[in-house]
């Protein structure tokens, strides 16, 4: 049995999904939680219900907003102090940037972005996308330990039946040592929608769309489904749309319930970044667009018809 | 200041990858190499600072195979003044090609005031060489910026999180940044600037020369191979608008009961 903390972050005080996923596949180890800063009694009753043995409140100065080193500094100080096997997180921005110091402070490797793990006795066996999802492979790692892995959002899906934990909080006091890279400020997204690595549904538009203006009719669309809208390199390209909504192996994997492409003629490249969607709707006017060949439900048609009626269709099935 | 940009070749955007033979890596013999297109905004970024601030130079270091040597090219072609190859396979892991990107660097006879790369390679998508090596060379570190201003020692960057929100950081050179689409619109090489490339400095180093043995690897790979096929979808016709609604409806219904995704 492997000794396993989860680094878990919050959003409006809620754990992300992404830590509940990775806790029910963690399902027969010995499993601890850390977070930095606070937790309500809530949360940390839900990560009990899904396996956590200690929740670990890890509180220190500095450490009220996000910075690479303190927050890196602060885990190593923590997780020096236990005998950790391994530290497993979900792939948020945050995670991403943050544990490759955190594994090398430790000399250690770090799986990023993986889709399925398990355990074989106390070893961690990965399986990753790499080409953007055009090929996999399983990974495993060496050297010194802790072994570290990331874990991609939506992609073990969420436990059915959870073993629970003894959830016992406790807090840490921690260090976050010399930051020298500091946050002076946050701008917020225009949007308030949730970012597309996390989307449940997404409407993505291509060069079809032909301008930016066009794209209001796929937000009416998003707007009734509680969807993210994306976009093909070459919408982004084009001046269409901002290029942190673009889906691809230049742009963002992603891996919705579903996704509908409109006017995408699905280059290599972007069906490399959706393909793992779970279902994919395709609406373009060339039948032999190569996007067809990945969707589930293709339409042959022309967007701009096709578009509003499924956003009152989809308002019928809201409602 | 002394500019130094991290660079990595990749497969092309457009290739078909297929498992190699035992499945340890990809099929790479008849690739076409580019460079990592991340890696084109710090390779512009750097040039840009260069242009800023007299008597700078902008040196770039590459891991990886030695067969071709298009991304330094492309690089040198786009403006950059010399190049650093250190010569190893192409599936070589984060860890290992951050520990030789730094020796690479504490080998040559400048001092980093500045080191750039792209946020990500689009071959193993780790998302890990910068801030691997800003740890390994005690440097602060910002990935993923889609923003960079310069007074004096000072840069403000400003890196992307979820939902397209920005995080301002504001940091003192020497740093390590790693570049994201959005930031600046790369320039293409010119024909004398590719003409010019072929005669600018390459020095080729080998592993061992920046202390990096096989002990260093920390992540292995095996069992490459092709994600499952989906079964073909269902295809409607709806280029006459006499279909469109009839079409639509039954789409929106198979999402719901066949589907149950609505």
Not at chain 1, 37 to 54: H, M
Not at chain 1, 104 to 109: D, I, L, Q, R, S
Not at chain 2, 39 to 60: H, I, M, P, Y
Not at chain 2, 95 to 112: H, R, V
């Amino acid at each position: 049995m492997a000794n396993v903390l989860v680094f878990t972050e919050t959003n409006n005080g809620n754990v992300k999904p992404v830590t509940l996923e990775i806790l029910g596949k963690l399902n027969g180890q010995t499993v601890d939680v850390a977070v930095i800063g606070d937790l309500g009694d809530d949360q940390v009753k839900v990560l009990a219900e899904y396996g956590a043995g200690k929740v670990h409140k890890l509180k220190g100065d500095n450490l009220d907003k996000y910075s690479p080193e303190g927050y890196s500094n602060a885990l190593h100080g923590f997780i020096s102090s236990g005998s950790y096997d391994y530290v497993l997180a979900g792939a948020t921005s945050m995670a991403k940037d943050m544990l490759p110091r955190l594994a090398t402070k430790f000399e250690a490797g770090l799986a990023s972005d993986c889709v399925n793990f398990i355990f074989e006795g106390d070893t961690f066996h990965g399986t990753r996308p790499l080409f953007a999802g055009k090929c996999l492979a399983k990974v495993e790692l060496s050297g010194p330990k802790p072994h570290f892995a990331t874990i991609r959002p939506n992609a073990l899906g969420m436990p059915e039946s959870p073993t629970a934990g003894a959830g016992e909080a406790s807090e840490a006091s921690v260090n976050a040592g010399e930051i020298r890279a500091a946050i002076k400020e946050i701008i917020a997204s225009a949007s308030e929608k949730v970012d597309l690595t996390e989307a449940n549904i997404i409407i993505s538009g291509g060069r079809a769309m032909k301008n930016s203006e066009n794209f209001s009719i796929l937000h009416e669309m998003a707007e009734v489904v509680g969807a993210t809208v994306g976009a093909s390199r070459a919408a982004v390209d084009s001046g269409y749309a901002a290029p942190d909504m673009q889906v691809g192996q230049t742009g963002k994997t992603v891996s919705p319930s579903l996704y509908i492409a409109c006017g995408i003629s699905g280059a290599i490249q972007h069906l490399a970044g959706m393909r793992t969607s779970k279902v994919i709707v395709a609406i373009n006017t060339d039948p032999d667009a190569p996007i067809f060949t990945k969707a589930d439900y293709g339409i042959v048609g022309d967007l701009f018809k096709i578009v509003p009626i499924m956003t009152e269709e989809l308002k019928k099935v809201v409602d | 200041m002394n500019i130094f940009v991290c660079v990595k070749q990749v497969p092309d955007t457009e290739t078909k990858v297929q498992p190699n033979g035992d499945g340890s890596f990809i099929e790479t013999s008849s690739i076409k190499w580019i460079m990592n297109p991340y890696d084109e905004f710090a390779v512009e970024q750097a040039l840009l600072v260069k242009a800023a601030n007299a008597g700078s130079t902008v040196t770039v270091v590459r891991v990886g195979g030695v067969k071709d040597t298009e991304a330094l090219r492309t690089a040198m072609a786009m403006g950059a003044d010399e190049a650093i190859l250190v010569e190893a396979e192409d599936n070589l892991d984060s860890y290992s090609i951050a520990k030789a990107l730094k020796g690479a660097i504490e080998k040559s006879d400048k001092t980093p005031d500045l080191i750039l790369a792209g946020k990500q390679g689009i071959d193993d998508d780790c998302l890990q060489v910068p801030q691997v090596l800003a740890e390994m060379m005690n440097l602060p570190s910002v990935a993923v910026i889609v923003g960079f201003e310069q007074n004096g020692e000072t840069v403000t960057v400003k890196r992307e999180i979820e939902g397209g929100a920005l995080e301002v950081y504001e940091v003192k050179t020497p740093c390590v940044l790693a570049t994201n689409k959005g930031i600046n619109t790369p320039r293409y090489a010119s024909l004398p600037g590719i003409m010019k490339a072929k005669r600018k400095p390459m020095q080729q180093l080998t592993l061992a020369d920046v202390g990096v043995s096989a002990d260093d690897r920390r992540v292995k790979y095996s069992d490459f191979q092709l994600p499952p096929e989906k079964p073909p979808g269902k295809k409607f016709d709806a280029m006459d608008e006499a279909e469109q609604q009839k079409v639509v409806s039954e789409v929106v219904g198979l999402l719901r009961t066949e589907a149950k995704v609505l």
